[in-house]
């Protein structure tokens, strides 16, 4: 019997599918707890022999007592050890191709791992070195110290940069978490003591949670409980902090009298991932200024140039959060710029967005949800928001059925409520 070959239509363009009709699933994630406790979230994929590990400790600025103790303890974990120097630290995992880092939130710090899997048996005792053993030296420390503080001196200089901290300031208050910032004092006042003990309680023992993600070796969890099987693993407290927003609402700011450009921040409060209207809202911020082809970048970019890149997005905070409209212009056209912010709100509070412009802002939501899927480490990622939030598995599928069902009207309903400009803080650094 003949076979049959089928030739390709090349003058005929395969046919295109809209994102907003793709059927996408998170991939699940096992999930084992460590004989102390430790929870631990694996998604085993890939075709590389990779993996990445993430150690996620309540130990961000949300506990400090003093400003500037969780993130200088954070920085400090690698920099030695009672039986190596930071420089040993260093080599050994560079000399096993692996990448070490650390880094602090709000709530959370963390110590992440990426290597080729069959490191993992020289990698692990060392990364317990650091959480069990870390002496944070008085010489990396002044080394830190001065480190921090030229790098502040040089990002004062820049309006960018002074007008996210100042924003912060007015949304939550400099005594909050989400509102304080640092200042050259506070790395002066900082004490090797104070970092000792917040290590200690934080770290060597606090409350983690394990994230992996990768070619999972058959041996991880034994492994895992091996080598950090015996922390404490206390549970944390996360003590209650209310945000003291600043009575005035605009705020006009000289940071640099030579500078020929401003840093505009337009934000207002607004709940967290577990208010019913969040997931809604995200669509409405994809329509103001969430992507490439929204009415902001259309209009203050494209039509008017005032600035190369206008942007709107709810911030990432586990609990209070803000919904931020962020961008740089020319002093001169910085009133202007906020002008046609608020005229874009009122389209929006006024008339119903055509499905047109609709479908293409489902099709851009849907597709940045398909590239978050593309590999091992994006799915874990996806999955550490949600166990972070307090969230399921179901604010996954919940969030693409609002994508692909929410109405013109209802975004039109979530405008009236939550684009008015009496609501928004307005800041403008030059």
Known sequence: MKGTTTLLERKKAPAIVDAVNFHLQLKAADQFTLRNGVEVYAVNAGAEEVLSLEWVFFAGNWQEEQNLVAASANFLLRNGTSARTAFQINEHFEYYGSYLNRACYNETATITLHCLNKHIHELLPVVKELIVDSIMPEEELAIYKQNMKQRL????????????????????????????????????????????????????????????????????????????????????????????????????????????????????????????????????????????????????????????????????????????ISTEAGKDVC????????????????????????????????????????????????????????????????SINTIKTISAEEIQILAQQYLNPDDFYELVVV
């Not at 394990?210 to 969890?221: D, M, S």
């Not at 950090?228 to 407290?237: A, E, I, Q, R, S």
């Not at 929006?348 to 590239?371: F, S």
């Open 153 to 324: 001196k040089v990002s004062l200089k820049k309006s960018d940069f002074v007008a996210s901290r100042l924003i912060d300031v007015y949304l939550y208050g400099e005594q909050h978490p989400y509102g304080k910032y640092s200042k050259a004092e506070d790395f002066d006042s900082l004490q090797r003591e104070q970092l000792l003990k917040f290590y200690d309680e934080y770290y060597r023992n606090g409350k983690l949670i394990l994230f992996a993600a990768g070619k999972i070796p058959a041996n991880l969890e034994a492994l895992l409980n091996e080598h950090f099987g015996d922390l404490p693993n206390k549970p944390v407290t996360l003590k209650e902090i209310k945000p003291v927003t600043a009575a005035e609402k605009k705020f006009r700011i000289t940071n640099d009298p030579e500078g020929v450009q401003g840093s505009i921040r337009i934000a207002r409060p607004f709940p967290n991932r577990h208010h019913p209207d969040f997931i809604k809202v995200q669509v409405l911020n994809a329509l103001l200024g969430g992507f490439f082809g929204s009415r902001l970048m259309s209009n203050i970019r494209e039509d008017k140039g005032y600035t190369y890149g206008i942007h709107s997005y709810l911030q990432n905070h586990i609990h209070d959060s803000a919904w931020m």
């Open 335 to 398: 009133e202007a710029t906020i002008a046609e912010v608020y005229k874009e709100m009122k389209d929006l509070r006024e008339e119903l967005v055509d499905e047109e412009e609709l479908l293409l802002v489902r099709n851009y939501m849907m597709g940045g949800i398909l590239g978050d899927l593309d590999g091992p480490f994006q799915i874990i990622a996806r999955w550490k928001n949600i166990v972070l939030n307090g969230l399921d598995e179901q604010y996954f599928y919940n």
